[in-house]
């Protein structure tokens, strides 16, 4: 399934993302996906990420269901956010690139001396 991205409004403490599916039949399907803005703030996910993180709610979502309207919840926000840590614990972790002692060049072992 292919969902395009509509819009968003505000409703209340809520961004309300809204989606267009377009399914094999070429029948447009209207959705609604909404994320609790203090939720967000808490768990530290940019509001920028928010629409594709919606998007996958609706990714996930079983086919034959006829659930127009979704949440993306609390459990959702909080697997997002651990696998962003753990994400920058493993860049973090990453051996520095060797760099030559203060004086010495890059290529000086294998360039002749200057005179």
């Known amino acids: 399934m ?9 409703d209340m ?4 993302f809204g989606f267009e599916c377009v399914g094999k ?14 939720l967000v703030r808490r768990y530290g996910i ?5 629409p594709l993180l919606c998007r996958g709610i609706l990714d996930r979502r079983n086919e ?9 919840t609390e459990a959702d ?3 997002h956010a651990d696998d962003c840590a ?5 860049a973090r972790k ?15 072992g294998w360039r002749s001396p200057r005179t």
């Open 2 to 10: 292919l969902y395009t991205l509509t819009g968003f409004t505000q």
């Open 13 to 16: 403490g809520f961004r309300v």
């Open 25 to 38: 039949d070429r029948v447009r399907t209207d959705y609604r996906v909404r994320a609790d803005l203090a």
């Open 46 to 50: 940019r509001v920028q990420e928010l």
């Open 64 to 72: 034959s269901e006829e659930q127009r309207t979704f949440t993306y």
């Open 77 to 79: 926000m909080s697997v």
């Open 86 to 90: 753990a994400r920058s614990a493993a």
């Open 94 to 108: 990453r051996k520095a690139p060797h760099r030559p002692p203060p004086g010495q060049s890059a290529g000086a």
